[in-house]
């Protein structure tokens, strides 16, 4: 397995090009725990210019918390950490179920143990992709769809997203999109 063969989709209106990253426990480009793992946009192309690329090319680990691309979506608090006992699973949206290690405070830079990394199914279009993942963890539980879109006739691309309560308690973190620009490199 080599560290640049991970599975991709190329999306274009025309205008716009975008190699978009699929999300793959395996083989994935990332595979870390802080960012969720769907549609990490990795190229970003728009009238001979590049606006999105790998963030730290040269040292790149796919399991590396900020070894990311293009729109990294992050939820950044999780589900159930403070009731979790030491070695227990906790939720992160969008990620998967990590298990809780002695400390007793979250922090989005450690790398937590993941139990169970949540799947992904998506559907791809020329100009699009839809990604969805489904993800429980006791009464918590929830659907997350996320569409990328370079628009017909636009120099634009849209990312848009749609998050449903599926479980009994109420889903409270914040969610926030890490850019990693990098424009002509």
Partial sequence: LHIDDWPRVELSNGLVEATVALPDPVKGFYRGVRFEHSGMITELNYNGHSYFGINAPEVRNPVGNDHCAGVSDEFFEPL???????????????????????????????????????????????????????????????????????????????????????????????????????IDD
């Fill in 80 to 182: 159930g950490f403070d009731e979790a006992e030491v070695g227990q699973p906790f939720l992160k949206l969008g990620v998967g179920l990590l298990e809780k290690p002695f400390a007793k405070t979250y922090f989005f830079g450690t790398s937590y143990w993941p139990v169970k990394l949540f799947d992904w199914q998506w559907k791809i279009g020329k100009d699009h992709i839809d990604l969805v993942q489904q993800g429980a963890l006791n009464d918590w539980g929830y659907e997350y769809r996320k569409r990328i879109v370079l628009p017909e006739g636009k120099a634009a691309l849209e990312v848009q997203y749609t998050l449903t309560n599926t479980g009994k308690r109420q889903l409270i973190s914040t969610q926030y999109a890490h850019n990693f620009v990098r």
